[in-house]
Nanobody, 114 residues
C-alpha cells in the first residue's frame, strides 16, 4: 500500500496550486482519504477529508478556498488550493487508513510568498 503526493511548489499569495496523491487502489475501495499539513515546530493538522461516500470536510482556515476530490478510476486524490495565503505554507501530506493503520505519503512542500 502506498501514497505518493506531488504538485507542491512556490506560489504568490492569491495564487492556486493543485496537489495530487497517487494511491494504492485499495484505499479507494475501503477508506476515506485526507490531506494534512505541517509546519516546523507544530503538530500536523487536518486540512480536508473525503469519505467513501464522497462527503467532504475542511478545516475552518481553508473552508471556501480548498477543494478535496478523488478520482477512483485514476486512483488519485486531489487538493485544489485557491486564494492561497502565506499561512498556508507547509508540507502537505495525503493520508488514508487501512485495517486500522494510518498511512502517509511522503509530503510535498507548498510555499506561499507575500
Amino acid at each position: 500500500v502506498q501514497l505518493q503526493a506531488s504538485g507542491g511548489g512556490l506560489v504568490q499569495a492569491g495564487g492556486s496550486l493543485r496537489l495530487s496523491c497517487a494511491a494504492s487502489r485499495i484505499f479507494f475501495d475501503v477508506s476515506g482519504m485526507s490531506w494534512y499539513r505541517q509546519v516546523p515546530g507544530k503538530q500536523r493538522e487536518l486540512v480536508a477529508g473525503i469519505s467513501l461516500g464522497g462527503t467532504t470536510n475542511y478545516a475552518n482556515s481553508v473552508q471556501g478556498r480548498f477543494t478535496i476530490s478523488r478520482d477512483t478510476a485514476k486512483s488519485t486524490l486531489y487538493l485544489q488550493m485557491n486564494s492561497l495565503k502565506p499561512e498556508d505554507t507547509a508540507v502537505y501530506y495525503c493520508s488514508a487508513v487501512f485495517q486500522g493503520t494510518r498511512y502517509w505519503g511522503q509530503g510535498t512542500q507548498v510555499t506561499v510568498s507575500s
